[in-house]
């Protein structure tokens, strides 16, 4: 089973997203969140030193899945990789999903115990199912 | 060689930077309005006044390295924007490179902002000439390096090093965005100072006047940003 982690600009965003897709998620997977900074929640702006913390707090063996909104997020999440120690970066993916759905994919995937790769296969994929199909 | 820059003053340099950011937060958010989201002066300010803190919590700290990485540190955990990762990994990577310990020569001090900017260029993949921070830190560098070449001394190769990032801050008016969110508005960007250009500029300006000046103070500022 392979954990989870939402990045987010917005504490509140990343919290939001982390019970969509907690709730798609047995209680296997793994899943923690780092929205914000560290230093002050109300902050828009992403933290590699957080996002080092929530990767340690669902580490699985199995390896970890990082998904983020915009922007600065992908080199925050970067800084936190480099971090790791070097056996469990290699664990670690940074996902391009988009992510809200990339999320609720991801969460239900690793709950079917599928690995990491597939996990982010299936997430990446999301950004590729219409939502609305317009004039029908 | 000349003296070395000790650790005093490298923490000379780092008060003197927070503050001119601090000073500064205005017209840095001005920037950031035009061509970004209007935050950059708020991240900074918010990363400066935690930066302070920890240069007082700090004050024993006798390890150059040591002390690049816990303003490092801080400033990953409290800029948030593009800036905090920048910065963080400026100073991290400057953190990596050879020192005395307390002190370092005209060489190491060249070779400490050398490896922040490989560092900050790996990190942000941005070149030159794409309107971001780079434009200021990479001429400055390359400015460094010409003049210790030359075998001049730390003063001239700092204040060298302050106006080639002065000339490539004002670089920035011209050129359009390629990276950062100014990028989104292409070729509107033109006409407008780069945000993250202009406080990396700081840098520059406080570093010339701090870590060249031996005694108590030193506070020759040329407002020219
Ligand atoms: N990829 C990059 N490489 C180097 N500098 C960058 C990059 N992206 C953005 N910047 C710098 O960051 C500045 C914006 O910082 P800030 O406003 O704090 O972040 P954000 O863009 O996330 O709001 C820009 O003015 C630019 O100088
Ligand atoms: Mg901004």
């Given at each position: 089973?392979?954990?989870?982690?939402?990045?987010?600009?917005?504490?509140?965003?990343?919290?939001?997203?982390?019970?969509?897709?907690?709730?798609?998620?047995?209680?296997?997977?793994?899943?923690?969140?780092?929205?914000?900074?560290?230093?002050?929640?109300?902050?828009?702006?992403?933290?590699?030193?957080?996002?080092?913390?929530?990767?340690?707090?669902?580490?699985?063996?199995?390896?970890?899945?990082?998904?983020?909104?915009?922007?600065?997020?992908?080199?925050?999440?970067?800084?936190?990789?480099?971090?790791?120690?070097?056996?469990?970066?290699?664990?670690?993916?940074?996902?391009?999903?988009?992510?809200?759905?990339?999320?609720?994919?991801?969460?239900?995937?690793?709950?079917?115990?599928?690995?990491?790769?597939?996990?982010?296969?299936?997430?990446?994929?999301?950004?590729?199912?219409?939502?609305?199909?317009?004039?029908? | 060689?000349?003296?070395?820059?000790?650790i005093f003053q490298f923490r000379r340099w780092l008060l003197?930077?927070?503050?001119?950011?601090?000073?500064?937060?205005?017209?840095?958010?001005?920037?950031?309005?035009?061509?970004?989201?209007?935050?950059?002066?708020?991240?900074?300010?918010?990363?400066?006044?935690?930066?302070?803190?920890?240069l007082?919590?700090?004050a024993?700290?006798?390890?150059?390295?040591?002390f690049?990485?816990?303003?490092?540190?801080?400033?990953?955990?409290?800029?948030?924007?593009?800036?905090?990762?920048?910065?963080?990994?400026?100073?991290?990577?400057?953190?990596?490179?050879?020192?005395?310990?307390?002190?370092?020569?005209?060489?190491?001090?060249?070779?400490?902002?050398?490896?922040?900017?490989?560092?900050?260029?790996?990190?942000?993949?941005?070149?030159?000439?794409?309107?971001?921070?780079?434009?200021?830190?990479?001429?400055?560098?390359?400015?460094?390096?010409?003049?210790?070449?030359?075998?001049?001394?730390?003063?001239?190769?700092?204040?060298?090093?302050?106006?080639?990032?002065?000339?490539?801050?004002?670089?920035?008016?011209?050129?359009?965005?390629?990276?950062?969110?100014?990028?989104?508005?292409?070729?509107?960007?033109?006409?407008?100072?780069?945000?993250?250009?202009?406080?990396?500029?700081?840098?520059?300006?406080?570093?010339?006047?701090?870590?060249?000046?031996?005694?108590?103070?030193?506070?020759?500022?040329?407002?020219?940003?």
């Amino acid at each position: 089973m392979i954990g989870l982690v939402i990045v987010s600009h917005s504490a509140k965003l990343a919290q939001g997203v982390y019970e969509l897709a907690a709730q798609m998620a047995g209680d296997q997977v793994g899943i923690s969140q780092a929205g914000g900074l560290a230093d002050d929640c109300e902050a828009l702006g992403t933290d590699a030193q957080k996002i080092l913390s929530a990767i340690e707090e669902v580490w699985r063996q199995d390896g970890v899945l990082v998904l983020m909104d915009v922007g600065s997020a992908v080199m925050s999440a970067e800084m936190a990789l480099e971090m790791l120690p070097e056996e469990r970066r290699q664990k670690c993916l940074l996902s391009n999903a988009p992510l809200v759905e990339g999320a609720i994919v991801a969460a239900l995937h690793a709950g079917l115990g599928e690995p990491l790769q597939a996990v982010n296969a299936a997430a990446e994929s999301a950004l590729s199912v219409p939502k609305y199909c317009r004039g029908q | 060689m000349g003296r070395e820059i000790t650790i005093f003053q490298f923490r000379r340099w780092l008060l003197a930077y927070a503050a001119r950011i601090i000073e500064n937060e205005s017209h840095l958010t001005e920037l950031d309005t035009a061509i970004g989201d209007a935050d950059h002066g708020v991240n900074m300010r918010r990363g400066m006044e935690k930066l302070q803190e920890r240069l007082q919590e700090d004050a024993q700290t006798e390890d150059i390295g040591t002390f690049l990485r816990s303003v490092a540190m801080t400033l990953i955990s409290a800029v948030g924007g593009a800036a905090g990762p920048l910065y963080g990994t400026f100073f991290l990577r400057a953190a990596t490179s050879p020192t005395n310990g307390r002190s370092v020569d005209l060489i190491q001090l060249t070779q400490m902002f050398r490896y922040g900017l490989d560092g900050l260029q790996q990190r942000g993949k941005a070149q030159a000439d794409d309107k971001t921070m780079i434009d200021t830190i990479q001429p400055a560098v390359e400015a460094m390096e010409a003049a210790l070449a030359a075998r001049q001394s730390a003063a001239v190769v700092l204040a060298a090093a302050r106006q080639a990032a002065h000339l490539g801050m004002k670089h920035t008016i011209e050129i359009e965005a390629k990276k950062g969110r100014a990028s989104y508005l292409g070729p509107h960007s033109i006409g407008h100072q780069d945000p993250g250009a202009t406080s990396a500029y700081f840098l520059f300006e406080t570093a010339a006047e701090a870590l060249t000046t031996f005694n108590s103070s030193g506070n020759s500022s040329e407002r020219a940003a």
